[in-house]
């Protein structure tokens, strides 16, 4: 392995493991409040993990809808419904047990399935034109489609959203 | 960079992720803390998407059929998180609480 080999690998698994950490703090702090932070920490991590394969727009979509809109949707819903997870309150439910045999048997299991594939090993060369011009057409040529169902879709929750959760 | 790191680092990273994620779901008595569980498993869901797409396709430029699902999965997953928060300000309005274990009106 030369250099460049190991530098790649190392930021790759400095940054993979920042983020399982802001995972399982996501998962494991009792505090809400402290979860959604965490959770927000995991969405900068995947972010950073789109740079990594070189789909830039991908990773500003990223910051954008997931820490600019869906972060702070829930840091509103946690304040809103505050004082109940005090720190008293147990975090976890009665199954948490068997959910935690359940889902490491599941990882287990798919772990040693990704490793006996013979998945490809690199991708080609690296893109070195730029990606977005591409996808805004191929959005609006090839998945027009999807594009207006999925805009249809957005509003019709967010109508919904407005709805249900008034007074 | 990207030539140097094989595929199996992302996909290791998307089960890891997906299976903290699906344990959040299931294990945590806060709803929005099970909302929080189902956005980390979506999150999983679309690295593996976009590595598939930048390992698999044989010109990432033109064939962005990966991105786009993951665009697509972005979007759906904001719809979703709307919805469910405003479900769950609405039944914290009406029944006082946000514990999915006491949230049994429609079980019985």
Redesign the interface.
């Known amino acids: 392995m030369d250099a460049t080999t190991v530098i790649a690998q190392a930021v790759f698994i400095i940054v993979a493991t920042l983020t399982l950490i802001a995972a399982f703090l996501t998962v494991l702090v009792r505090n809400v409040f402290h979860a959604a932070l965490a959770l927000v920490g995991t969405f900068f991590g995947v972010a950073a993990i789109y740079l990594m394969l070189e789909a830039e727009f991908l990773a500003i979509v990223q910051v954008l809808v997931y820490i600019g809109a869906i972060a702070v949707l829930i840091l509103f819903a946690v304040m809103l419904t505050r004082g109940l997870m005090q720190r008293d309150t147990i975090s976890f439910n009665r199954q948490w047990a068997w959910a935690a045999l359940v889902i490491s048997t599941l990882f287990l299991g798919l772990f040693i399935l990704i490793l006996q594939v013979p998945w490809l090993q690199t991708p080609g060369t690296a893109i070195y034109t730029d990606l977005t011009p591409w996808l805004g057409t191929q959005l609006l040529t090839t998945y027009l489609l999807p594009f207006e169902i999925v805009s249809a879709l957005l509003l019709a929750a967010l109508v919904g959203a407005f709805i249900i959760a008034r007074e | ?13 998307a ?10 779901a ?5 709803a ?2 099970v ?3 189902i ?2 498993m979506l ?1 999983a869901v ?2 593996n998407l ?2 598939f ?4 396709a ?5 064939n ?1 059929a990966g ?2 699902f ?3 999965v ?10 469910g ?6 039944i ?2 009406s029944r006082d ?5 006491e949230i049994d009106l429609l079980k019985w």
Do not use: H, K
Request: charged share 10%.
């Open positions: 960079m990207i030539t140097q790191i094989p595929l199996v680092y992302y996909l290791a990273l089960a890891a992720l997906f299976c903290v994620g699906s344990f959040g299931l294990a945590r008595r806060n929005i803390a909302l929080m569980g956005e980390l999150n679309n690295i976009v590595a797409w930048r390992y698999g044989a010109d990432p430029v033109v962005q991105i786009v993951a665009l697509f972005i979007t759906l997953a904001a719809a979703e998180a709307a919805v928060l405003a479900l769950i300000i609405a914290y309005r609480t946000v514990n999915i274990e």
